[in-house]
């Protein structure tokens, strides 16, 4: 084992080393906001630093990714804002330098549009940022393409746009309507402008706009075909180690013949997370009736079957409720199920654990309230732009709470490892063949309440380069990473407890997972940040690295058929069949959703054309709650199993398990992937811009894929039902006092 833990330390720290190099050039080359935007020839200021930033608080107000998106980052509804700014300016400069022709550019012979398409090219990619004055400057012409699109995005935010689900008076300020436009002209301008000394943008030719020749760069091209290479290579690499180990070592414990949790004795602590499985379940069915509200935006921008509903829940807010809660209670699921476990790890009850659960319960309700009412009040407009930043919504996609919720709900994640950590410390302290499972049980819990800080490490000011760097350590690495491990070890010490698995084994298998998995996932985290105002050095290493994250996938199959298995070795197993359903889904959707949906997107030359499109969403569904969601169904269940004295409704668990696997493939493959393969096809050929645009997705047949949806939805909506029902009735059942 010394040898596992050698590797295991270092994986870990020179993948920190290179994601934190990598961090320290996004720093220093990250797109520069200018002092001013000068127009050629004149004194005259068009916008100022102060605007811009500003111009990014109000965008963050209203919603920020929430109501469309930068860069390719945030929801699907209303347009990339970059994107269809850039595309906008160019069709207005071509149509007025057609003029003396007598024709819209669209008409011109192709001479005459590639005569002007040269000059817009030049005009638009040459960078004219002084690094000594630190200004801007662009011509009369493009000021006046400024003006015209400034006008038209006014009128989106202040008269509101029904096919982008946004409301009338979403912003009625004056001075923030034209500060919103000096950010929103500035995100294309980083977007659309080779950086100094270079031939490609600061986002690498994102988005692929032809009428300024964006196109896909060839280092993206390198890599992705690399990242591929690596790909086959490393998974030949998996599945010979694991022909070569499967037969090595047998099984020489007997498994009982009976239960062996039925003779554990539950701690006052334990029952006392009994109420987080209610709240989650309370959680779990709100999440769900506003994603049906957000997804209905799509098709009825305003209106909820007719009802004017966006005058008081409008689509950014209820998009922002429905990821927000997701991330919510899957983290509460796998949070109290981790206070549950603890005193199985010690075997004894530890001063004050009960108060402090019940404490941290408490404060979670206030955050998760808190934050509600502020995002609210925040798109509303009814705060002060730095109030927002603290208390309303930051705009940036699952992590939209203000930063005082953050920072209260970092405190309760640093009671939670104590309340935690505590338990497993005495577990290690025995010395016995739980400890290398124990050691890395302990890692992952800390890990899981120091990497929360991460989302604390930007301001109200910092560059939008700067933010998402941030957030994909907080959404990637809390979130895919340090909880996954923390995942595999739980159940890996729930089969110990079990005596399906040796202990020995289960702590040299779960670090050997950790290190092939961390192997990738640290640094796999730069694969979301290819195109964000980064430097080239993100794809080179986001697309080697995440393509390792895929390899472990590889062998799901197999966890799986090991996992039916274990319901065959005793028949008091059978108690514990539907948690082991649950993590039989989880390796599935590992599978689909994590693993070919997630490398569906992963190659630069791939999300180049489909990033923020619906392939994203086919990947964010299936792995959000396909892995994460199941996951803390599962645990959940397990935890109940262990509590509850009653022979369980099979058949309530049968409709809820196969009612939410059923839609939520019914809901990817009618609907979801269909919707991404159009807007794929539409990036390729007609460039992003139209990929995310109104005419597309209103569309005739576009719509009537949209409402395929519902097939999906329903169907996975009724296993919703029956979940939490089974739930709430089976943990009102262990919570209320027996009778004699």
Known sequence: MKKIWIGFIT????????????????????????????????????????????GQNVWESIGGMEVGSIWGHGSYVAPDWSADWI??????????????????????SLEDKGLLKGRLISQIKTNTYDSITNNITI????????????????????????????????????????????????ASWAASTNRIGDNITYTSNWPHEPLIDNTITMDAQIWSGFSIVLLLLFISIMVWY???????????????????????????????????????????????????ITVHYSVEGQAFFGFELSQYLPYTISRTWHTQLAIFWIAAAWLSTGLFIAP?????????????????????????????????????????LTTNFFFGHQGYEYMDLGRFWQILLAVGLVLWVFLVGRHILVGIRRRDNTRNLLILFLISVIAIGAFFFSGLMYGENSSLSVINYWRWWLVHLWVEGFFEVFATVVIAFLFTKMKLIKEKTAGRVTVLSAIIFLSGGIIGTLHHLYFSGTPVHAIALG???????????????YEIWENWNLLKVKEWVKEYKWPIYFFLAVSFWNMLGAGVFGFLINPPIALYYIQGLNTTAVHAHTALFGVYGMLGMGLILFALRMISKTKWNDKVLKISFWSLNIGLLAMVVFSLLPQGILQTLASIKEGYWYARSSELLYSPSFQVIKWLRIIGDIIFSVGIGYFCWFTIKETLKCMLPRDN
């Open 344 to 384: 199985l790890v010690s075997n004894k009850e530890l001063k004050f654990q009960k108060f402090g659960i019940n404490f941290l319960f408490i404060a979670i309700l206030i955050v998760v309230l808190g934050s509600m009412v502020g995002e609210w009040l925040g798109v509303k407009q009814y705060l002060e």
């Open 242 to 292: 694991h022909i070569r180990s499967s037969h090595n070592e047998e099984n020489d414990d007997q498994i009982p013949d009976i239960n062996p949790l039925a003779k554990i004795k539950l701690f006052p602590s334990q029952k006392a997370t009994l109420k987080y499985f209610l709240v989650i379940s309370f959680l779990i069915v709100l999440q769900v009736v506003l994603g049906i």
């Open 543 to 557: 697309a080697t690295f995440s393509a390792l994250e895929v390899v472990p996938l590889t062998l799901i199959g």
């Open 11 to 54: 994986i870990v720290v020179l993948s920190f080393a290179a994601l934190l190099w990598v961090g320290v050039k996004i720093y220093q080359e990250k797109p520069p906001i200018p002092e001013k935007v000068m127009i050629e020839g004149t004194d005259e200021v068009l916008f100022t630093k102060k605007n811009i930033q500003r």
């Open 139 to 186: 011509t009369l012409d493009r000021k006046e393409a400024i003006l015209s699109n400034s006008a038209h995005y006014k009128d989106i935010f202040s008269n509101g746009h029904e096919e982008y689900a946004i409301p009338k008076e979403m912003l009625t300020d004056e001075s923030k309507l034209d500060d919103l436009n000096a950010f929103l002209f500035w």
């Open 87 to 108: 595309h906008k300016e160019a069709v207005f400069l071509l149509d007025k330098w057609s003029i003396p022709y007598g024709k819209y550019y669209d008409n011109l």
